[in-house]
Every structure is written in C-alpha cells, then in structure tokens.
C-alpha cells in the first residue's frame, strides 16, 4: 500500500546502533518469511555483535499477502515457515562443529552451513 514507507528495521537499528551505546534496540515487527533464514542470522548476529548485544527481535508472520508471495513465500504457511526459520537461526547461532550445521525442514535444508559472526550473546539473539 502507498501509506506504507516502512525502513527496512534491521537497516534503521544499525544506524541507531552507531549513534548510540546504551540504547535497547528491537524491531517492531519482522517477518520472517520475507527472509531466507540464513541470511537473516547472519545479519542478526553482526547487529548483536555491533552493538554489543542490545538488540531484541520481534517476530510476526505479516499481513501484506502480496509482499510475503514477492519473497517466494505462501500465505498461507506463513506460520509454519516463520517456525521453522527461527529452527534455523537458533542452529547457525550455535553451530560450532568445525563440519558446520545440518538442518533438514520442509522448508529449508542444509548440511554443512557456518554463519559468522556469531551473536553477542551465546544465547543468540533474542526472538520475540
């Protein structure tokens, strides 16, 4: 919709982050089937990391139909999809077999995967 100008959250934190030490941040909303999981933990983890684990997720599963089938996503197993790319976040952050992660979903599969950096905290990023 034209009444939506939404700043991609994660491009405006690392900004906030920059100017800032001591500020919590978090998202409002981020939808995680408009992200490939992997990507999404690698960028996660480098914005704990640079601001030195102030940042808190909130995830939610969207409503603009149109933006999640853009992504490659379905509507419609947007809960399921969130799901299993939260899975896949928390096994990157704490893969530290030097053979890499294994993950096999209905979603998304991977053998062998790294994601650096890892997060601030050795919890990973909180996800809300």
């Known amino acids: ?3 939506c100008d939404l700043p991609d959250p994660l491009e405006l934190l690392s900004f906030v982050a920059g100017a800032t030490t001591d500020l919590g941040l978090a998202t409002g909303v981020l939808v995680p089937p408009n ?3 992997v990507v999404l933990a690698k960028r996660l983890a480098t914005l704990d990391r640079l601001s030195r ?3 808190r997720i909130c995830l939610g ?3 603009m139909r149109e933006e999640i089938e853009a992504c490659g996503g379905d509507f419609d197993r947007r809960g399921k999809i969130a799901d299993e790319a939260i899975a896949v976040m928390r096994t990157l952050w704490a893969g ?3 053979a890499g992660a294994d993950f096999d979903g209905e979603f998304y599969s991977f053998r062998g995967a790294h994601s650096w950096p890892k997060p601030h905290r050795e919890s ?4 809300y």
């Open 61 to 63: 599963l969207g409503w």
């Open 1 to 3: 919709p034209d009444d």
């Open 35 to 37: 992200h490939h999981p």
């Open 53 to 55: 684990g102030r940042v």
């Open 124 to 127: 990973g990023v909180p996800l």
């Open 96 to 98: 530290t077999d030097p």
